[in-house]
């Protein structure tokens, strides 16, 4: 299959990119930012199978272009992840980004006949009600707080109505929190993860402080990526949104934990009273876990990875792309 990534040099498409390359497609990325040099490296053994295209999501004649060529499926990866300051003080860019470059990509979808469409969404969509119910499924009530979460919720809105009126294959996934390989600093990633956080710290030689445990269904990039991969390449999926997470909670400070167990004189622990954490939680409280259900009863599938695995899978990833800052 030919598969288009937008936003596909984002840690996150790049995990996507590989999975699908890895099964024999050939892929797209398009993106703002290039790929990088040590992704390329990883890339080459899959020859030219990997295009490259460096544009702006919101250059509709770019945009018009890319998907005329011809592809299979689209995965619509592009988003401003924003802390509030970013929403404070530029909100038009978050909602032109996140939302409105959705509907240009999706007509020119159908316009030249691409059969499924991919929307990754998060679990920011549940917003406020993340914190009332003890499990989150895709029927749950959402309340969407921050800009991201409103534009997340309303991308899976315009895209389950414009798959009615078309009678088109557009299916958005709830992500829940990822962490995993290519995370790094950028312009358009204000919220760096937690294990990326600590990953840096190790690196840099600092302890890392956690003001409380930061309980999660934490889940791998690479599990997002099969997961995906997945439902590229379903026959015909039976929903049109599908939460994908470990469905299984575990901490950030026990992650930590295993990474330190592989680094001698490394710390990842707690606060004490009166200290300020270093690693940034992006939350007051810990939300409720996502359901998987409806992806294991269609499926089967489950996330390979749980948190002392990814920690090492991680730590012998950063080993082998040492030298660059992750966050």
């Known amino acids: 299959m030919r598969i288009l990534v937008f936003g596909g040099t984002g840690f996150v498409g790049l995990n996507i990119a590989a999975a699908l390359l890895g099964r024999g ?8 930012a290039g790929v990088p040099p040590e992704a390329r490296k990883d890339f080459t053994l899959h020859g030219d199978r990997l295009t490259a295209i460096q544009s702006d999501v919101t250059d509709s004649q770019a945009v018009e272009a890319v998907i005329a060529s011809g592809y299979d499926a689209i995965i619509l990866g592009v988003a401003i992840t924003a802390g509030p300051a970013r929403e404070a003080s530029d909100p038009e860019t978050i909602l032109r980004i996140n939302l409105l470059a959705q509907t240009p990509i999706l007509i020119a979808a159908r316009r030249n006949g691409v059969k499924r469409i991919i929307n990754l969404s998060s679990a920011a969509a549940y917003g406020a009600s993340a914190f009332r119910n003890v499990l989150l ?11 991201y979460a409103i534009t997340k919720f309303a991308s899976e809105k315009v895209a389950a109505r414009l798959a009615d009126l078309w009678q088109q294959e557009i299916i958005s996934v709830r992500l829940s929190a990822v962490f995993g390989p290519w995370e790094r600093g950028n312009d358009v990633r204000d919220t760096p993860s937690p294990q990326a956080q600590i990953l840096n710290a190790m690196q840099d030689g600092r302890e890392a402080v956690l003001s409380r445990p930061g309980l999660r ?17 379903a026959v015909k999926p039976k929903h049109r949104l599908y939460n994908i997470s470990t469905g299984v909670e575990w ?3 026990q992650w930590g934990q295993e990474l330190a167990a592989l680094h001698s004189g490394f710390v990842c622990r707690l606060t004490d009273s009166g200290e300020l954490a270093t690693v940034d939680l992006h939350s007051p409280a810990d939300r ?17 990875f749980g948190c002392a695995d990814s920690a090492a899978d991680l730590n012998r990833w950063w080993t082998e792309h040492r030298g660059g800052n992750l966050t």
């Open 288 to 304: 409720a876990p996502l359901s998987i259900a409806r992806l294991v009863e269609e499926f089967g599938w489950r996330a390979r």
């Open 25 to 32: 497609h050939a892929v797209t990325v398009f993106d703002r």
């Open 217 to 233: 269904d934490w889940i791998y990039a690479v599990d997002i990526a099969e997961a995906v991969t997945l439902l590229i390449e």
């Open 137 to 147: 499924d895709e029927e749950t009530p959402c309340d969407p707080v921050s800009l």
């Open 251 to 253: 901490s950030a400070l």
